[in-house]
């Protein structure tokens, strides 16, 4: 079965780097893209961005452009988004999800991020 | 960038009851749109995509309808579980892939 695995919560401080993995299993990585979708406390979903695992080519959200960096390891079909110089903001659970293109039929079970001084 | 909205921002219903979530895009989206259902500290799960077609294993009290810029998310009957916070996503013109704010389905 298709199961997305992500890294652990973290506590970052403000103008930090944070790098979540999502590790894939139970189908082709390279089949298929990740997109990543994060939930402030409370709040709706937001579209961060895409990559394809197959040829590693991303489509970020304009307002994360030159903070958020997708990349994959075909080698252990993990996928991974840095997001740098965090902001208090950006505080939210952060999810991998599978899917075709961006329809996202699978999910990882999210990785809380917490940025506080 | 396509803005999605939702409406209304929650709807009480009553179990059996039929629910009828609306979604609007600001502009088309021929019928690229998508729903998802999320319940509290749950990933969202996909309910319909392409407007009407039924991810699998969702239930057929499930429905999506529309084209364009209205759609249309119908639970016929509303059981227990369908208690839930319920997304749309337009997936014709991304980056970005936008969301809807969500429409909070509660029990009347």
């Known amino acids: 079965q298709v199961q997305l695995v992500q890294s652990g919560a973290e506590v970052k401080k403000p103008g930090a780097s944070v790098k979540v993995s999502c590790k894939a299993s139970?189908?082709?990585?390279?089949?298929?893209?990740i997109s990543w979708v994060r939930q402030a406390p409370g709040q709706g979903l937001e579209w961060m961005g895409w990559?394809?695992?197959?040829?590693?080519?991303?489509n970020y959200a304009q307002k994360l452009q030159g903070r958020v960096t997708m990349t994959t390891d075909t080698s252990t079909s993990t996928a991974y988004m840095e997001l740098r110089s965090l902001r208090s903001d950006d505080t939210a659970v952060y999810y991998c999800?599978?899917?075709?293109?961006?329809?996202?039929?699978?999910w990882g079970q999210g990785t809380l991020v917490t940025v506080s001084s | 960038e396509i803005v999605m909205t939702q409406s209304p921002a929650t709807l009480s219903v009553s179990p059996g009851e039929r629910a009828t979530l609306s979604c609007r895009a600001s502009?088309?989206?021929?019928?690229?749109l998508a729903w998802y259902q999320q319940k509290p500290g749950q990933a969202p799960r996909l309910l319909i995509y392409?407007?009407?077609t039924r991810a699998t294993g969702i239930p057929a009290r499930f429905s999506g309808s529309g084209s364009g810029t209205e759609f249309t998310l119908t639970i016929s009957s509303l059981q227990s579980e369908d208690f839930a916070v319920y997304y749309c996503?337009?997936?014709?013109?991304?980056?970005?892939?936008?969301f809807g704010p969500g429409t909070k389905v509660d029990i009347k």
């Open positions: 996503q337009q997936y014709n013109n991304w980056p970005p892939a936008t």
């Open positions: 502009q088309s989206v021929s019928s690229n």
């Open positions: 392409g407007a009407s």
């Open positions: 999800a599978r899917g075709s293109g961006v329809i996202s039929r699978y």
């Open positions: 139970g189908y082709t990585f390279t089949s298929y893209g």
């Open positions: 990559i394809s695992a197959y040829n590693g080519n991303t």
